[in-house]
């Protein structure tokens, strides 16, 4: 059975800093990228990051300089560090693991994590 866990979402003033944390458990996980995505109240699900399996990282343009994703594949671990938050980062945040060692989304998400970003 395939589990994906987040956690660290909660409510922090604009300009604050958030890291979120997903565990990966019973798959496969250092052969797989890894992604964060979000989705806003009356939005698409959207990639706020990437990480391969071999630790090339991509951000979307409205994260780009803010966060930073990172993998410990000894714990199975991805984690999404965000600083400098916005009001409009507020969202649902959730965790997928990729379909191969590059590509994204692969068929498992968390159950997410609410960020909400007060003004």
């Known amino acids: 059975q395939v589990h994906l866990v987040e956690s660290g979402g909660g409510l922090v003033q604009a300009g604050g800093s958030l890291r979120l944390s997903c565990v990966a458990s019973?798959?496969?996980?250092?052969?797989?990228?890894m992604g964060w995505y979000r989705q806003a109240p009356g939005k698409q699900r959207e990639l706020v990051a990437a990480?391969?399996?071999?630790?090339?990282?991509n951000y979307a343009d409205s994260v780009t300089g803010r966060v930073t994703i990172s993998r410990d594949n000894g714990k199975k671990t991805v984690h999404l560090q965000m600083n400098t938050l916005k009001p409009e980062d507020t969202a649902v945040y959730y965790c997928?693991?990729?379909?191969?060692?590059?590509?994204?989304?692969?068929?498992?998400w968390g159950q997410g994590t609410q960020v909400t970003v007060s003004s």
């Open positions: 019973g798959i496969l996980f250092s052969t797989k990228a």
């Open positions: 990480i391969t399996s071999d630790g090339s990282t």
């Open positions: 997928n693991r990729g379909r191969s060692s590059t590509a994204l989304p692969g068929d498992y």
